[in-house]
C-alpha cells in the first residue's frame, strides 16, 4: 500500500492551495483519513481528519479556511487550503488508517511542501 501526496508549493499569503493524497494497492477498506502538518522546530500535529461516513474534524487554527474532503471510490483524499497564512509554513503528511492484505494498518505518505509567504 502506497500513499502518494500532492499539490503543495509556495503561495503568497491569503491564496489558496489543494492538496491530494491517493491511497493504492491492496486495500480492502479504508477507516478514517487525514492530514497533518510539521513546521520547522515544532511537532507533528493533526490539521484535518474525516472517517469513511464522512465526519470531519478540523484544528483550531484551520477552522473556516481548510476543507477536507474524500473520493471513497478513488481512495483519495483533499485538503483545500485558503486564506493562508505564513504560520501555515509546514510539510504536510497525508495518513489513512485502513485495512489491506496484510491487516489493519496506519500508512503515511510522503509529505508535501507548503511555503507561504508573507
Known amino acids: 500500500v502506497q500513499l502518494q501526496a500532492s499539490g503543495g508549493g509556495l503561495v503568497q499569503a491569503g491564496g489558496s492551495l489543494r492538496l491530494s493524497c491517493a491511497a493504492s494497492?491492496?486495500?480492502?477498506?479504508?477507516?478514517?483519513m487525514g492530514w497533518y502538518r510539521q513546521a520547522p522546530g515544532k511537532e507533528r500535529e493533526l490539521v484535518a481528519a474525516?472517517?469513511?461516513?464522512?465526519?470531519?474534524n478540523y484544528a483550531d487554527s484551520v477552522k473556516g479556511r481548510f476543507t477536507i474532503s474524500r473520493d471513497n471510490a478513488e481512495n483519495t483524499v483533499y485538503l483545500q487550503m485558503n486564506s493562508l497564512k505564513p504560520e501555515d509554513t509546514a510539510v504536510y503528511y497525508c495518513?489513512?488508517?485502513?485495512?489491506?492484505?496484510?491487516?489493519?494498518?496506519?500508512?503515511w505518505g510522503q509529505g508535501t511542501l507548503v511555503t507561504v509567504s508573507s
Open positions: 495518513n489513512a488508517d485502513l485495512v489491506g492484505i496484510a491487516g489493519p494498518y496506519d500508512y
Open positions: 494497492g491492496s486495500i480492502f477498506y479504508i477507516n478514517d
Open positions: 474525516i472517517t469513511s461516513g464522512g465526519t470531519t
